[in-house]
């Protein structure tokens, strides 16, 4: 059975760092695309960020390129998202997602997802 579990959110201050972290448990690592998601209040959830299996090539929504890196390290099954210069827009529930192609992955019907993670942040 696969599991994603999300850490790291917290509350900061704008212009702040955080590094979220999603350890996976199950017959994904290293062989599954995994990215991140978030959602805020009244909205609906969006694409963040996704890598490859390799970790070779990632992919970033345009709200936070150059902002925030995602990485993973296969030997720890954890994919990572650093975030930097944290804006208020940014505040929403992360979540952790795997699927099978990047594509999958991608997009808003990932197979697997995790709980998520508060990140607020203020102004």
């Known amino acids: 059975q696969v599991q994603l579990v999300e850490s790291g959110g917290g509350l900061v201050q704008a212009g702040a760092s955080l590094r979220l972290s999603c350890t996976a448990s199950?017959?994904?690592?290293?062989?599954?695309?995994m990215a991140w998601h978030r959602q805020a209040p009244g909205k609906e959830r969006e694409f963040v960020a996704s890598?490859?299996?390799?970790?070779?090539?990632?992919y970033y929504a345009d709200s936070v390129k150059g902002r925030f890196t995602i990485s993973r390290d296969n030997a720890k099954n954890t994919v990572y998202l650093q975030m930097s210069d944290l804006k208020p827009e940014d505040t929403a529930v992360y979540y952790c997602a795997a699927d099978s192609t990047i594509v999958s992955v991608s997009g808003g019907r990932a197979r697997y997802w995790g709980r998520g993670t508060q990140v607020t942040v203020s102004a």
């Open positions: 199950g017959r994904i690592f290293p062989n599954y695309p």
């Open positions: 890598m490859t299996w390799s970790g070779g090539t990632s």
